[in-house]
C-alpha cells in the first residue's frame, strides 16, 4: 500500500534555512501536501504542489519535487521560533475520495 | 478555505461510556473526513462521511465502534463508543471544499479515557 516517510527530528539555528524531507511511494499521486502542528492545536495547511511541477515558491517556503525519486521536501528561509512546530507531508491517495495518506511527521526545533 | 469547529475541544472519558465528537464548518461542503491521531503518533483516517448515506470507512475501522452522521453539507458527527484507554487520541475532522479541493482540518478534540 501507499506510505509515506519523514526523517522524526530536526534542530536548527534561529536565522538558518530548514529543510525537511518526504518520500513516498504512490507514483500516481496528483497532489502532495505539507501541513503544520503547533503543540496543542489541529493541522495547518502549509502549502501543496501538484505533481506536474518540480518547484513551488511561497514566501518563506519552497517545495521541490523529485517525481522521478518520489522525493520532496519543504524548504523554510530564515527560520524563527515560531516555526517550531511538527510538520506532517502527506500524499493524495489516487484511488479516489481525497484520502490523504500521511508521514509520520518531523518535529522542527529552532534555537537560538 | 473553510472555518471548521469541533465541540467539545477536549474531555475526559470513563471506560465504557459514548462520546460524541461535532463538526461544524461554515459553508458547504462536498467531503467531509474523520482522522485519529493517537500520543505522539501521525493521522490515520477513521472514515468519510458521506452526506445521506452510510460513511465509508478504512481498513481496522468499524460502524458499531464508530457511528458517523452526516446530516446536511456543512455537519457531521463521530462517536467514540464504549471507549477504552486505547481509544485516547486526538480526533480531527476535515473537508474538502470541492471535488478536488485541498483538505482542511478543525482543530481537533482531545479525549482521554481513564
Known amino acids: 500500500g501507499e506510505d509515506v516517510e519523514q526523517s522524526l527530528f530536526l534542530s536548527v539555528r534561529e536565522g538558518d534555512s530548514s529543510v525537511i524531507n518526504c518520500t513516498y511511494t504512490d507514483s500516481s499521486s496528483t497532489y502532495l501536501y505539507w501541513y503544520k502542528q503547533e503543540p496543542g492545536a489541529g493541522l495547518q495547511l502549509l502549502t501543496y504542489i501538484f505533481s506536474n511541477m518540480d518547484m513551488k515558491q511561497d514566501q518563506r517556503l519552497t517545495v521541490l519535487l523529485n517525481k522521478k525519486d518520489k522525493h520532496l521536501s519543504l524548504r523554510i528561509a530564515d527560520t524563527q521560533t515560531g516555526d517550531s512546530a511538527i510538520y506532517f507531508c502527506?500524499?493524495?491517495?489516487?484511488?479516489?475520495?481525497?484520502?490523504?495518506?500521511f508521514g509520520a511527521g518531523t518535529r522542527l526545533a529552532v534555537h537560538p | 478555505s473553510a472555518v471548521i469547529s469541533q465541540k467539545p475541544s477536549r474531555d475526559i472519558c470513563q471506560r465504557g461510556t459514548s462520546l460524541t465528537i461535532q463538526c461544524q464548518v461554515d459553508s458547504q461542503v462536498t467531503m467531509m473526513f474523520w482522522y485519529r491521531q493517537q500520543p505522539g503518533q501521525s493521522l490515520t483516517l477513521i472514515a468519510t462521511?458521506?452526506?445521506?448515506?452510510?460513511?465509508?470507512?478504512e481498513s481496522g475501522f468499524v460502524i458499531d465502534k464508530f457511528p458517523i452522521s452526516r446530516p446536511n453539507l456543512t455537519f457531521s458527527t463521530l462517536t467514540v463508543s464504549n471507549m477504552s484507554p486505547e481509544d485516547s487520541s486526538i480526533y480531527l475532522c476535515?473537508?474538502?471544499?470541492?471535488?478536488?479541493?485541498?483538505?482542511?482540518f478543525g482543530p481537533g478534540t482531545r479525549l482521554t479515557v481513564l
Open positions: 502527506a500524499e493524495r491517495d489516487s484511488g479516489g475520495y481525497n484520502k490523504l495518506i
Open positions: 462521511a458521506n452526506q445521506g448515506s452510510e460513511a465509508t470507512y
Open positions: 476535515s473537508v474538502t471544499p470541492g471535488v478536488t479541493d485541498t483538505q482542511y
